[in-house]
């Protein structure tokens, strides 16, 4: 197989000492990240790429398993642009073959392969999201069934002949599964191989993953060393915390931040987290640099209100997303739905007949409460509003009409009664 730009191990004996400007791009690199290996070898890499002006490739795959991406989808996709504002090539990978396998990465069951069809309607919203965070005229994408789909039968053995069973079951979900009399599907051991063999194609010098693809990443770098290549470093970031501050974020936990959210409803639930959280977002989210961040978090531990640098995280975020026109209004909008009780411009507006509609059925009906406990539950504990009075009665029925219905700080919807 012919790589994008061959390099072989030899190259790493001959890496000039290490520039002041080498280590601060290792330091960049290090921010916020949770493991660099090797770290000796990435400086190494930044050295020498500063001495022949050739630039590092760094290598970044996403399975296209979902249309939409969140703000945890983003912090390796800030690693990138921060690598790429260093003058490196960045390659978005879209995994559009891979995803036909199937990651097993964390799971205890056999995670159901996509259909070609899936697969391509969901790529087709990836890059375009991932480009509110990346340089797009910068970066590279590539498919990995560029190389994967041609590899064929024959391929598929010599590639796998180079890789051993036990070494793959040392893999935690695969040892857990294996031990616990669960089923692994042969395809799902494929899947390692083939993302490893990407890192082959590409030619990468560094890639980039969540701590849950650490396994993946290291498979990677030995296939490298296999086909004669100079292996790469892997750099792993941490999974984001969800607003919840406990579970990762994720859309099926509802405790994310799209990225396509209305400016108003990102930067709402942006202002909902705690106060140490926010610390945690501004490392793995922010683009200000460290220092900056170290000077803000002083200033909130001698007096200054915590709220300020939060409102400034949000503003940030919503202008990287949207505009900064748009961050300005969703403060406005913000400020003057909690200090003056105003209702939100974009109010979602519902049609319900049948009155007298029981609240709790209107909550749920509204969408407000995912079900009529959760709502009874609002009721109970004091956040539900209809035209700004506060209502606790589990029995009240609301009788034809046109309401406001509130629930917590952030839902509104006008409901109107037939």
């Not at 993953?209 to 750099?235: M, S």
């Not at 509802?254 to 909902?272: D, Q, R, W």
Request: net charge neutral; proline share 5%.
């Amino acid at each position: 197989m012919k790589a994008d730009n061959p390099r072989t191990e030899g190259s790493a004996r001959t890496a000039p000492a290490a520039s002041e400007s080498a280590r601060e791009a290792l330091a960049v690199s290090l921010r916020g990240c949770d493991e660099l290996l090797i770290e000796s070898e990435w400086l190494a890499k930044l050295a020498r790429s500063e001495a022949t002006r050739r630039p590092l490739r760094i290598k970044l795959g996403l399975d296209p398993t979902a249309p939409d991406l969140h703000l945890g989808h983003t912090v390796v996709l800030n690693k990138m642009r921060q690598l790429q504002d260093l003058g490196h090539t960045v390659i978005f990978l879209i995994g559009d073959f891979t995803a036909m396998i199937g990651d097993p990465s964390g799971r205890n069951a056999t995670r159901p392969p996509l259909t070609r069809k899936q697969i391509e309607d969901n790529a087709k919203t990836y890059f375009s999201q991932a480009s509110l965070v990346l340089d797009a005229e910068r970066t590279e994408i590539r498919y990995n069934s560029e190389w994967s789909d041609p590899l064929g039968a024959r391929g598929m053995i010599e590639l796998a002949a180079k890789y051993t069973l036990a070494r793959m079951l040392e893999r935690d979900d695969f040892t857990k599964r294996y031990r616990g009399g669960l089923p692994i599907s042969i395809h799902e051991l494929l899947y390692p191989l083939m993302q490893g063999y990407d890192s082959v194609a590409l030619a990468s010098d560094i890639e980039l993953g969540g701590t849950d693809q650490k396994f993946n990443l290291l498979v990677g770098r030995e296939l490298q060393r296999e086909y004669g290549q100079q292996p790469q470093c892997i750099l792993t970031m941490p999974l984001l915390e969800g607003l919840d501050g406990v579970e990762k974020m994720s859309k099926s936990k509802g405790n994310y931040v799209g990225i396509t959210e209305a400016p108003g409803e990102m930067f709402g639930k942006l202002m909902s987290i705690s106060d140490d959280l926010m610390w945690r977002y501004y490392e793995l989210l922010s683009m200000r640099p460290m220092a900056e961040i170290e000077a803000l978090r002083e200033q909130c531990s001698r007096g200054r209100n915590p709220r300020d640098a939060k409102v400034a995280l949000g503003q940030e975020i919503v202008a990287r997303f949207h505009s900064k026109r748009a961050a300005d209004d969703a403060l406005a909008e913000f400020e003057a739905r909690f200090r003056q009780g105003a209702i939100p411009s974009d109010i979602a507006e519902v049609v319900l007949a049948g009155a007298p509609i029981p609240i709790g059925q209107v909550l749920k009906q509204a969408g407000l409460a995912p079900s009529t406990s959760e709502a009874l539950r609002n009721l109970e504990q004091g956040g539900v509003r209809v035209d700004g009075e506060r209502v606790s009665d589990k029995g009240l029925a609301l009788a034809a009409g046109s309401y406001v219905v509130q629930v917590g700080k952030r839902r509104f919807a006008r409901v109107t009664i037939s």
